[in-house]
């Protein structure tokens, strides 16, 4: 695997789990309590976000140097 591979990888993955972090926070202020967070609705939309950060990192990473 090249650096440039690595280098990408490294940087959509941190990208992905920072998204997916903060939809899950974002989400969590809905509810009254804790108990009454709805957990499937913020795991699948923290999961859709970081699947959507995944495929928009393939436009480019200003992270990632381009050859």
Known sequence: ????T???LKAAGVRAVKTTA???VAL???SAT???VDWRVVLGTAALAGVA???T???GLPEVKQL
């Open 1 to 4: 695997m090249s650096e440039k």
């Open 6 to 8: 690595k280098s990408w």
């Open 22 to 24: 903060q939809a899950a």
């Open 28 to 30: 969590l202020p809905a």
């Open 34 to 36: 804790i108990a009454a």
């Open 53 to 55: 950060s995944l495929l």
């Open 57 to 59: 990192s393939f436009a």
